[in-house]
């Protein structure tokens, strides 16, 4: 499956899906007006990757310095999407990126992982 | 929306007697007319830097963090709009009110839109819902909410509000102001500590 590379824009996040290496990052910011429109045609690609793989180690790396509460939204469906993976025993590691000090980016983190069971969520403190 | 009968001639005098009225409360930052997407990244662009340099980072955060939400909402639900076209697209531009301000030791972010009457009672309803809530209260009534399907009735996911509240550091204050018998003028305020 080829690698999904979407560049930053002012609004919309990075997207570094390396399938090809198992590791799978979103960084930047994100608040478009339309999220689904964005986000829709990443998880599709997203979800056939997850059907694919056995016991390959996946990584998940998110760095968003800002989301808006829509981009929250896609979080969960995005985290659910991998906890059903890591429910039928796949090997999924999120990485959740803040920059120290940033605690407001910590408790969403913290809020995220509340909400999940399977899946291994590692909240990552970014020096500066 | 109806054009409302502005006629009248703005008289250059009155241009300055607002300028001064909003310097007078404080105002930082004050924008009336149509948004977009684009011009929401620009606003919270200039607003992160002309927010005092020595403001925590967090703080301007939050307060961009509401200018986002506030924006888009404008953009989804003022019912001040035009349509027009560009090229072969259609577009559709919104019109509402942003300030930023200061309020004693808290910014102030506000917005305004003219909103339809039989919506008044949904934003209230959720809106003072939103006020008679604790800091976990509202922690678990934004994680609901996130996980909830979107109201029919609602363009958005239905978390800009609860997203305002939590990042706010006292409660959101809002008033509907009668704009003709079908339309009313939704404001919005929510201030955020300098302190983070």
């Avoid at chain 1, 291994?120 to 403190?125: E, H, P, R």
Wanted: glycine fraction near 6%.
């Amino acid at each position: 499956m080829d690698d999904l590379i979407i560049n930053p824009t002012r609004f919309t996040p990075g997207i570094y899906f390396y399938f090809s290496k198992h590791t799978l990052e979103i960084s930047g910011e994100s608040y478009p007006e339309n999220t689904s429109e964005f986000y829709t045609p990443i998880f599709e690609l997203l979800r056939n990757y997850l059907a694919g793989i056995t016991d390959q180690v996946v990584t998940v790396t998110l760095y968003l310095t800002y989301f808006n509460s829509s981009s929250s939204k896609i979080l969960i469906n995005l985290f659910d999407l991998l906890e059903e993976s890591a429910s039928e025993s796949k090997n999924i590691t999120v990485n959740w990126l803040y920059k120290e000090g940033d605690t407001d980016a910590r408790e969403f983190g913290e809020e995220f992982a509340e909400d999940l069971e399977f899946l291994a969520f590692k909240l990552v403190c970014v020096e500066n | 929306m109806m054009m409302s009968e502005q006629k009248e001639r703005i008289m250059l005098d009155k241009i300055f007697s607002m300028v001064e009225y909003l310097k007078a409360h404080e105002m930082v930052f004050w924008y009336n007319g149509p948004v977009s997407q684009v011009l929401v990244v620009e606003i919270g662009d200039i607003i992160k830097k002309s927010i005092d340099e020595d403001s925590d980072k967090k703080v301007i955060n939050r307060i961009f963090s509401i200018l986002v939400e506030q924006m888009q909402n404008i953009i989804k639900y003022s019912v001040q709009k035009k349509s027009g076209k560009e090229g072969g697209d259609v577009f559709i531009l919104s019109s509402g009110l942003i300030a930023v301000g200061i309020e004693g030791n808290d910014f102030s972010v506000i917005s305004g839109n003219v909103i339809c009457n039989e919506d008044k009672d949904r934003i209230s309803q959720r809106l003072d819902l939103i006020i008679g809530m604790d800091r976990e209260a509202q922690k678990e009534y934004y994680k609901t909410m996130r996980r909830k399907e979107p109201d029919p009735q609602s363009k958005g996911a239905g978390l800009g509000f609860i997203e305002m509240a939590r990042k706010a550091s006292k409660p959101l204050e809002y008033l509907f102001t009668p704009v003709d018998e079908n339309h009313s003028f939704f404001s919005l305020k929510a201030l955020v500590s300098m302190e983070s």
